[in-house]
């Protein structure tokens, strides 16, 4: 099947319980019993939550997904259940080929703890992905005995990176991202690190069609206490795939339909063995993940006499119960920003940047949004008034931008 041809397939199959990145392990329950494919309870977790494997194909070539080791990096998730109803209601020959050539195991929640809070540790404040080696999680103990009893030849180790990661030193957002995991300090190519590098050929490839300059890689540094280097230190080809920033669409339904493409046809690659042509050089040219964005930068504003950029996040807060989240802004940097990008940029060349206070329609107008100071302050709340001539043109309130 063709990227184009599955990407149509996709609208009419996607799992429609999904519409954003806040469900619980409840809500996967039903799912998950539900669905025609083979599954088994592995283990629970601290709290005694139930950890699903679910499984299909009948191949030869062994491979295992898993999602939700942090508990709020839940794009990739959705996308799995999308491929459970892809192979439950396809019958052609993309999917008997990989049926007949794959036996595919996925574990789409392993930190069901940290998705009832939409954090990402486990309920025991523990980080997994550094608990490979000390297996101090029940979590971390229950995957690395499934690892060891599946053996794996391929593992795709899923998650949710940073909005501000850009693909590159440059304004455009690691949409996804990529990595090859090292299994030594010395970052080695060895056979199993070589034909997951060259995987991940296989899916850039593709999403250059459809997010251009739009894919990052992530640096290679070996971290010992990680599972991903050591799935990949105990000879599992270990392919790392972050779902990253789209604008503003903060829930990543497009991202979640890029997983969808993307794992599908490495699948389809690892079935017919059509990647073994694939270079270093080609992964080194996918560019590094750098972190030099901000959610809003204002640049070239005049604040106390002197010409200064302004950058700001915008951090998601959680609700009492993790079910929905409100924006909480943050001034994250003030000076030359000359090296950094925004998300959105505002270019305030000729405004002056002065405090809300004195003007009280706008306080009026946006109390129920402001909450903190009302001026710029470092590390505080974004709330100022940027002016032309003594006049307000402009309020930032909580890191957003409105025209006055």
């Given at each position: 099947m063709s990227p184009t041809e599955i990407l149509t397939l996709f609208e009419e199959i996607k799992e429609p319980f999904f519409t954003h990145r806040r469900f619980k392990?409840?809500?996967?329950?039903?799912?998950?019993?539900?669905?025609?494919?083979?599954?088994?309870?592995?283990?629970?977790?601290?709290?005694?939550?139930?950890?699903?494997?679910?499984?299909?194909?009948?191949?030869?070539?062994?491979?295992?997904?898993?999602?939700?080791?942090?508990?709020?990096?839940?794009?990739?998730t959705?996308?799995?259940?999308?491929?459970?109803?892809?192979?439950e209601n396809q019958n052609n020959g993309f999917v008997d080929l990989l049926k007949g050539q794959l036996e595919i195991h996925f574990v789409p929640m392993l930190n069901p703890d940290g998705a009832e809070r939409f954090t990402r540790r486990t309920a025991q404040?523990?980080?997994?992905?550094?608990?490979?080696l000390a297996l101090a999680c029940p979590e971390s103990k229950l995957f690395k005995k499934l690892h060891e009893e599946l053996k794996p030849d391929f593992s795709f180790n899923l998650h949710d990176q940073d909005v501000r990661w850009a693909a590159g030193h440059s304004p455009n957002q690691a949409s996804i991202a990529f990595l090859a995991t090292a299994y030594d300090e010395a970052c080695n190519w060895n056979e199993t690190r070589t034909e997951a590098m060259q995987v991940i050929c296989e899916m850039n490839d593709i999403l250059q069609n459809f997010i251009p300059g739009k894919v990052g890689r992530f640096s290679d540094e070996f971290e010992p206490r990680a599972f991903g280097?050591?799935?990949?230190?105990?000879?599992?080809?270990?392919?790392?795939?972050e779902s990253g920033g789209n604008g503003n669409q903060r829930e990543k339904m497009e991202l979640r339909k890029l997983n969808f493409l993307i794992i599908l046809k490495a699948f389809e690659a690892i079935a017919k063995q059509s990647f073994t042509n694939r270079t270093l050089k080609e992964y080194e040219s996918i560019p590094l993940n750098t972190k030099c964005l901000f959610d809003l930068l204002i640049k070239n504003a005049e604040y106390e006499g002197q010409k200064i950029d302004v950058g700001i996040y915008l951090n998601e807060k959680n609700n009492q119960d993790a079910t929905d989240y409100t924006l909480e802004s943050c001034v994250e940097d003030i000076g030359d920003l000359s090296t950094s990008f925004g998300i959105e940029t505002f270019d305030a060349?000729?405004?002056?940047?002065?405090?809300?206070?004195?003007?009280?329609?706008?306080?009026?107008?946006?109390?129920?949004?402001?909450?903190?100071?009302?001026?710029?302050?470092?590390?505080?709340?974004?709330?100022?008034?940027?002016?032309?001539?003594?006049?307000?043109?402009?309020?930032?309130?909580?890191?957003?931008?409105?025209?006055?």
């Open positions: 392990h409840r809500d996967i329950l039903s799912l998950i019993k539900k669905s025609s494919l083979q599954k088994e309870v592995i283990g629970r977790s601290f709290e005694g939550r139930e950890i699903y494997k679910l499984k299909w194909g009948e191949g030869a070539i062994k491979v295992l997904l898993w999602s939700q080791m942090h508990g709020n990096e839940a794009t990739a959705m996308a799995l259940f999308d491929l459970f109803r892809f192979f404040q523990i980080d997994m992905n550094r608990d490979a280097d050591n799935i990949q230190k105990w000879g599992s080809r270990l392919i790392l795939i060349d000729g405004y002056v940047i002065e405090a809300l206070d004195q003007f009280s329609g706008i306080l009026t107008k946006y109390k129920d949004q402001i909450d903190g100071l009302t001026r710029l302050s470092f590390e505080k709340k974004a709330n100022f008034a940027l002016t032309k001539n003594g006049k307000p043109s402009f309020a930032v309130i909580n890191g957003r931008i409105y025209p006055i």
